[in-house]
């Protein structure tokens, strides 16, 4: 399989469908836009069943996403979007850059959720961007409410989905794509790279900040939230 694209922790194969793609996840766990980073035995498989998983119970939703199976344990087959260069972050309990940057209170619950939309490009450190700074840059602001409301949306059924296996989503990264047609939909992972998970009515993590903060073993809290999910 031909790599189109590889990432820090993710590798982008064509398929003989030219609508679609694998993405392989790799056994490698970074920080700090990819400064430091480690090779975990088995970590891609987990943060691809966990994404298979999340994406599945999206689209019995009423999600659309780029996922439409997992032919391999480490792979997931998705439809071929061009990725729209947005990070979108839906925050619910106040922690990480928006402590450090502002004087908000680590813990504050956000209601509804904050979202944030940031560029994403490791080269200018993904920084935080404005509505008139995306206008200026040419974003289709009509576009920038549909990214907000399917945010709403997703974080809404990821909330009642971690809910239920005693988990609290403290905040998650979204990215977005566009299919050949013309389709906006949800691309990338959800995993627990991605989002900051504190056990119930904690703070204690179950997520990246493990590795980030050298405080915990994330295979461990990887496979008990599989584990719960399944």
């Not at 970590?43 to 119970?57: P, Q």
């Not at 961007?129 to 709403?152: E, P, Q, V």
């Amino acid at each position: 399989m031909k790599e189109l694209y590889k990432g820090k922790v993710k590798t982008i194969l064509e398929t003989e469908n030219p609508d679609e793609i694998f993405i392989r996840f790799e056994d490698k766990v970074t920080c700090g836009n990819g400064k430091q980073e480690t090779h975990i035995p088995g970590k891609g498989t987990i943060n691809c069943e966990i994404s298979a998983i999340l994406f599945e119970k999206l689209y019995h939703l009423g999600i659309k996403t780029h996922y439409i199976d997992r032919p391999e344990s480490n792979i997931m087959r998705c439809r071929k979007v061009d990725i729209i260069p947005l990070e979108v972050v839906v925050r619910n309990i106040a922690t990480g850059s928006i402590i450090r940057e502002t004087t908000i209170q680590e813990g504050t619950r956000f209601y509804p959720e904050l979202i944030e939309f940031y560029l994403k490009d490791d080269s200018k450190n993904d920084p935080l961007l404005t509505s008139d700074r995306m206008n200026m840059m040419g974003y289709d602001m009509n576009n920038i409410r549909l990214f907000k409301g399917m945010a709403h949306e997703i974080n809404t059924m990821l909330k009642q989905i971690f809910d239920s296996i005693d988990i609290d989503l403290v905040d998650f990264k979204l990215e977005f794509g566009l299919t050949s047609k013309g389709e906006i939909i949800l691309a990338d992972e959800i995993s627990p790279d991605g989002c900051r998970l504190w056990r119930k009515g904690t703070t204690e993590s179950m997520d990246k900040d493990l590795y980030r903060k050298n405080t915990g073993n994330i295979m461990e809290a990887y496979q008990q939230i599989l584990a719960q999910l399944k």
